[in-house]
Protein backbone atom coordinates (compact mmCIF):
# COMPACT_ATOMS: atom_id res chain seq x y z
CA UNK A 1 0.00 0.00 0.00
CA UNK A 2 1.58 3.37 -0.88
CA UNK A 3 1.47 6.01 1.66
CA UNK A 4 0.83 8.98 -0.30
CA UNK A 5 -2.27 9.76 1.61
CA UNK A 6 -0.91 9.29 5.52
CA UNK A 7 1.91 11.81 4.58
CA UNK A 8 -1.10 13.90 3.24
CA UNK A 9 -3.39 13.28 6.05
CA UNK A 10 -0.14 13.81 8.52
CA UNK A 11 0.42 16.99 6.82
CA UNK A 12 -3.27 18.09 7.03
CA UNK A 13 -3.20 17.38 10.67
CA UNK A 14 -0.10 19.65 11.41
CA UNK A 15 -1.10 22.55 9.76
CA UNK A 16 -5.07 22.62 10.66
CA UNK A 17 -4.09 21.64 13.97
CA UNK A 18 -0.39 22.77 14.72
CA UNK A 19 0.20 20.60 17.47
CA UNK A 20 3.74 21.24 17.27
CA UNK A 21 3.42 24.76 18.29
CA UNK A 22 1.00 23.47 21.13
CA UNK A 23 1.98 21.05 23.45
CA UNK A 24 -1.55 21.43 25.48
CA UNK A 25 -3.30 20.00 22.72
CA UNK A 26 -3.32 15.83 21.78
CA UNK A 27 -0.59 14.72 19.82
CA UNK A 28 -1.71 11.36 18.53
CA UNK A 29 1.68 8.29 18.94
CA UNK A 30 1.92 4.76 19.79
CA UNK A 31 0.97 5.83 23.12
CA UNK A 32 -1.90 7.81 23.15
CA UNK A 33 -3.19 5.13 20.52
CA UNK A 34 -2.87 2.56 23.14
CA UNK A 35 -4.60 4.58 26.07
CA UNK A 36 -7.23 5.98 23.59
CA UNK A 37 -8.26 2.63 22.56
CA UNK A 38 -8.28 1.00 26.14
CA UNK A 39 -10.59 3.94 26.93
CA UNK A 40 -13.20 2.53 23.96
CA UNK A 41 -12.01 1.24 20.71
CA UNK A 42 -14.56 3.56 19.00
CA UNK A 43 -12.29 6.25 19.88
CA UNK A 44 -10.35 6.27 16.84
CA UNK A 45 -11.92 5.73 13.80
CA UNK A 46 -10.58 5.33 9.49
CA UNK A 47 -11.32 5.02 5.94
CA UNK A 48 -8.86 4.39 3.29
CA UNK A 49 -8.47 4.26 -0.36
CA UNK A 50 -6.38 1.96 -1.97
CA UNK A 51 -3.56 4.87 -1.39
CA UNK A 52 -3.88 4.63 2.38
CA UNK A 53 -6.04 6.99 4.84
CA UNK A 54 -8.49 9.35 3.49
CA UNK A 55 -10.65 10.26 6.89
CA UNK A 56 -9.40 9.70 10.37
CA UNK A 57 -11.29 10.76 13.55
CA UNK A 58 -10.76 10.68 17.03
CA UNK A 59 -13.34 11.45 20.04
CA UNK A 60 -13.29 10.72 23.51
CA UNK A 61 -15.71 9.34 25.64
CA UNK A 62 -15.21 10.82 29.34
CA UNK A 63 -17.13 12.47 32.40
CA UNK A 64 -19.19 15.74 32.87
CA UNK A 65 -16.46 17.09 35.12
CA UNK A 66 -14.04 16.61 32.66
CA UNK A 67 -15.54 18.15 29.88
CA UNK A 68 -16.83 21.03 32.65
CA UNK A 69 -12.99 21.55 33.48
CA UNK A 70 -12.28 21.79 29.66
CA UNK A 71 -14.73 24.34 28.82
CA UNK A 72 -14.00 26.58 32.28
CA UNK A 73 -10.21 26.16 30.44
CA UNK A 74 -8.93 24.92 33.90
CA UNK A 75 -7.67 22.02 32.18
CA UNK A 76 -6.08 21.63 28.81
CA UNK A 77 -7.16 19.26 25.57
CA UNK A 78 -4.89 16.89 26.48
CA UNK A 79 -5.43 16.56 30.34
CA UNK A 80 -9.03 15.10 29.11
CA UNK A 81 -7.45 12.27 27.73
CA UNK A 82 -5.14 12.19 30.88
CA UNK A 83 -8.06 12.60 32.98
CA UNK A 84 -10.22 10.35 31.75
CA UNK A 85 -10.33 6.37 33.47
CA UNK A 86 -10.59 3.60 32.08
CA UNK A 87 -13.54 1.90 32.76
CA UNK A 88 -15.47 5.26 33.87
CA UNK A 89 -19.07 5.72 33.64
CA UNK A 90 -19.40 8.31 31.13
CA UNK A 91 -21.66 10.99 30.34
CA UNK A 92 -20.46 12.78 27.41
CA UNK A 93 -17.61 12.79 24.41
CA UNK A 94 -15.54 15.17 23.22
CA UNK A 95 -15.37 15.55 19.45
CA UNK A 96 -11.29 16.05 19.31
CA UNK A 97 -10.70 16.04 15.47
CA UNK A 98 -12.19 14.80 11.91
CA UNK A 99 -10.17 15.46 8.98
CA UNK A 100 -10.87 14.11 5.57
CA UNK A 101 -8.56 14.47 2.61
CA UNK A 102 -10.23 17.40 0.23
CA UNK A 103 -11.23 15.26 -2.47
CA UNK A 104 -13.18 13.06 -0.28
CA UNK A 105 -15.30 15.93 1.45
CA UNK A 106 -18.70 16.25 1.55
CA UNK A 107 -19.44 13.13 0.90
CA UNK A 108 -20.63 11.77 3.98
CA UNK A 109 -17.43 10.34 5.53
CA UNK A 110 -17.08 11.96 8.60
CA UNK A 111 -21.03 11.68 9.68
CA UNK A 112 -20.76 8.00 8.61
CA UNK A 113 -17.27 7.85 11.32
CA UNK A 114 -18.92 9.89 13.62
CA UNK A 115 -22.72 8.44 13.83
CA UNK A 116 -20.85 4.62 13.90
CA UNK A 117 -18.32 5.65 17.18
CA UNK A 118 -21.09 7.67 18.86
CA UNK A 119 -23.62 4.29 18.50
CA UNK A 120 -20.71 2.14 19.44
CA UNK A 121 -19.90 3.86 22.87
CA UNK A 122 -23.52 4.90 23.54
CA UNK A 123 -24.05 0.84 23.64
CA UNK A 124 -22.14 0.90 26.60
CA UNK A 125 -22.67 4.56 28.16
CA UNK A 126 -25.78 6.61 29.37
CA UNK A 127 -24.02 9.44 26.89
CA UNK A 128 -25.76 12.73 27.38
CA UNK A 129 -23.38 15.79 25.87
CA UNK A 130 -20.92 16.28 23.04
CA UNK A 131 -18.68 18.76 23.38
CA UNK A 132 -15.84 20.39 21.13
CA UNK A 133 -13.35 22.70 20.70
CA UNK A 134 -13.89 23.64 17.19
CA UNK A 135 -11.24 24.90 14.37
CA UNK A 136 -13.42 25.07 11.54
CA UNK A 137 -17.29 25.55 10.97
CA UNK A 138 -16.95 21.83 8.97
CA UNK A 139 -16.07 20.81 12.83
CA UNK A 140 -18.70 23.24 14.28
CA UNK A 141 -21.78 21.73 12.02
CA UNK A 142 -20.73 18.25 11.74
CA UNK A 143 -21.05 18.59 16.26
CA UNK A 144 -24.31 20.14 15.54
CA UNK A 145 -25.43 17.40 13.40
CA UNK A 146 -24.71 14.44 15.83
CA UNK A 147 -25.94 16.73 18.44
CA UNK A 148 -29.24 16.76 17.08
CA UNK A 149 -28.84 13.08 15.53
CA UNK A 150 -28.18 11.53 18.98
CA UNK A 151 -30.41 14.36 21.04
CA UNK A 152 -27.34 15.49 22.80
CA UNK A 153 -26.56 18.19 24.22
CA UNK A 154 -24.03 20.09 22.51
CA UNK A 155 -21.14 22.64 24.11
CA UNK A 156 -18.52 24.80 22.50
CA UNK A 157 -14.93 25.64 24.16
Known amino acids: MSTDNRARMIKLAEEFFDIKNDPAQISVDENTIKRLLEIHPAT ?19 TKKVMNDFLSKKIS ?68 WAAEKFHLRLYER
Not at 44 to 53: A, I, R
Request: glycine share 6%; hydrophobic share 40%.
Open 77 to 144: EREILDRTIIGEKYETIYLCSALVLPEYRHKGLAKEMLSGAISSIMDKHQIESLFLWSFSKEGKRLAR
Open 44 to 62: LSEKTDQNGPIAWMLIIPT
